[in-house]
Structures are given as structure tokens and as C-alpha cells.
């Protein structure tokens, strides 16, 4: 059975939800026969990579509100994240577009090495403080994945893998996703956001029991 999965690498719920679901699957009786695709998704497509602006006054700059307020709000995502076992930093987070990043682990899919660039490129973003738009950067976590580097930059330096990241985000839009983490299983069953792991657990459980009697 497949679980289709949409995230951004600059979502700190997608690193959450990402986690929460895990989760469940460890539990899952039959997590052997459960597919996992990522599928790109860009929570801000125009976002322009700068150093220059903390990830405190980029939130609140986009959302016109305080800057106190952007910080009470990047602490309760932390302390969230702590919950499920994940290190947020954004102290020294980088603003970063993500659109390369996306190709990456477009790239990372085609060797079937999806779900290791996405945990690598969550793990920069918000735990490493790694900007994730920069192409040398892009190269170490793809090695580090067991990508070859030439292949890495080779790529960067094209437009291999736009049409994929692009095919993902319109099939987004037609299937009517607003926001993410966004999950499908089987196809069917539909579950928005880092829901809790019971609640994976349960659509798991429903998602294979449907398949099975379709057969």
C-alpha cells in the first residue's frame, strides 16, 4: 500500500509530522508492505535566500505581526518538536527558497533514496542552520545520503528535475491542498497536518484495510 506524502523541507510541521508518522509505522503490523513517496510542496515559492534576516523577522514580516510575537511563536514550535525528539534551532536558521532543495530530492527518489534527503534536509534546515538553498550545501547532504557529487552538481546546475518538482505542486493544487504536511493513503484516505500518531496508526489501519478488500 502507498502513502503519498506532501511536505516542504522549510516546514517545521512537516519535520514534526514527519516524526509523528514514523512513529506510527513502527507500530504498524505491516510496515513492510507500506510504500512511502514525498512529493514537493512550496509553502513560499517567491521566498528569496538571505542571511541577512533572522527566521523571527521573516515571519513576522510575512504575516505582518511583532516580532515578539514571531518569537512566542518559533518557541512553541520548538518546544513541539522537542516533544518528538527533534532539535530545532532557528536562532541560526537561514531564510532559504527551497526550490533546489525540492530537485534534490527529486533527484535523491529517482535512486530511491527519497525519505533520506528529506530527513537530511529537515536535519540542516532547522537542527544545523545549514542555508539549504546554497549549491554546495545541497552537495554535502546529497554525499552524505550516498549521492554521487558530480551527479549532485551536475543537476544543480541544470534544470533537471524542475518538471518533477513542478508536476508535484500541480498535482497538489488539483487534489485541492492548502496546506501541509499533507498524506494520502491509498490513494484515498486523506490526513492534513502533524496529526498524532494514533491518528496515522488509525489511517493506516483503515487505508490497508480498504485495500485489502478491494482486492
Not at 542552520?129 to 550516498?146: F, P
Not at 505542486?169 to 502533524?194: C, D, M, R, Y
Amino acid at each position: 500500500m502507498k502513502v503519498d506524502i506532501w511536505s516542504d523541507v522549510r516546514c517545521p510541521f512537516c519535520y514534526i509530522g514527519k516524526r509523528k508518522f514514523e512513529a506510527a509505522l513502527e507500530q504498524f503490523e505491516y510496515k513492510d508492505k507500506i510504500e512511502v513517496e514525498w512529493h514537493s510542496y512550496e509553502l513560499d515559492p517567491h521566498a528569496e535566500t538571505t542571511t541577512e534576516i533572522s527566521a523571527y523577522d521573516y515571519l513576522a514580516n510575512r504575516y505582518g505581526r511583532s516580532r515578539e510575537w514571531a518569537i512566542e511563536t518559533h518557541e512553541h514550535v520548538t518546544e513541539t518538536a522537542a516533544a518528538v525528539g527533534l532539535e530545532f534551532n532557528f536562532d541560526i536558521s537561514v531564510v532559504a527558497n527551497s526550490f533546489d532543495a525540492h530537485r534534490l530530492i527529486q533527484l535523491a527518489k529517482s535512486m530511491g533514496l527519497g525519505s533520506e534527503a528529506e530527513e537530511q534536509l529537515f536535519k540542516a534546515h532547522f537542527t544545523d542552520g545549514v542555508n539549504i538553498s546554497d549549491h554546495q550545501s545541497l552537495i554535502e547532504i546529497g554525499s552524505k545520503i550516498g549521492l554521487d557529487k558530480l551527479s549532485v552538481q551536475t543537476m544543480l546546475n541544470s534544470t533537471d528535475f524542475t518538471d518533477e518538482v513542478r508536476y508535484d505542486e500541480n498535482a497538489a493544487q488539483t487534489i485541492g491542498i492548502k496546506g501541509v504536511p499533507f498524506f494520502i493513503f491509498n490513494h484515498k484516505l486523506a490526513v492534513s497536518g502533524a496529526q498524532s500518531p494514533e491518528t496515522f496508526l488509525g489511517a493506516l489501519h483503515q487505508a490497508f484495510q480498504n485495500n485489502n478488500n478491494e482486492k
